[in-house]
Nanobody
Framework: QVQLVESGGRLVQAGGSLRLACAASGRTFSAYGMGWFRQAPGKERAFIVCISRSGNTEYADSVKGRFTISRDNAKNTVYLQMNSLNAEDTDVYYC????????????????WGQGTQVTVSS
């Protein structure tokens, strides 16, 4: 079992950058695949990016080339670097941990953080 806490969300101007962090508990962080998702009010939680145990990554088309995921196993933390932000990036952002191999679908994740709000102003 793992507990996740996101941080770093705030108001940012369009074109700007933001770095989110997700701190995980437990002693087996490196064994989990990790993902970032975002959700607008009343909408389905949407996949952004994931990173596997081996460091392989997959990105949603909407963020490819702008967002970068990374993990620091020594710090039990996964990061989401977001560049070239626009108003459509305004959402609550969640990190999640998955013991299984499928990392692109929200329903496959077992553990979730509480979310952090990102608001992009033009």
């Amino acid at each position: 079992q793992v507990q996740l806490v996101e941080s770093g969300g705030r108001l940012v101007q369009a074109g700007g950058s933001l770095r989110l962090a997700c701190a995980a508990s437990g002693r087996t962080f490196s064994a989990y695949g990790m993902g970032w998702f975002r959700q607008a009010p009343g909408k389905e939680r949407a996949f952004i990016v994931c990173i596997s145990r081996s460091g392989n990554t997959e990105y949603a088309d909407s963020v490819k080339g702008r967002f970068t995921i990374s993990r620091d196993n020594a710090k039990n933390t996964v990061y989401l670097q977001m560049n070239s932000l626009n108003a459509e990036d305004t959402d609550v952002y969640y990190c999640a941990a998955n013991w299984g191999p499928i990392l692109t679908n929200a329903k496959d994740y077992e553990y979730w953080g509480q979310g952090t709000q990102v608001t992009v102003s033009s």
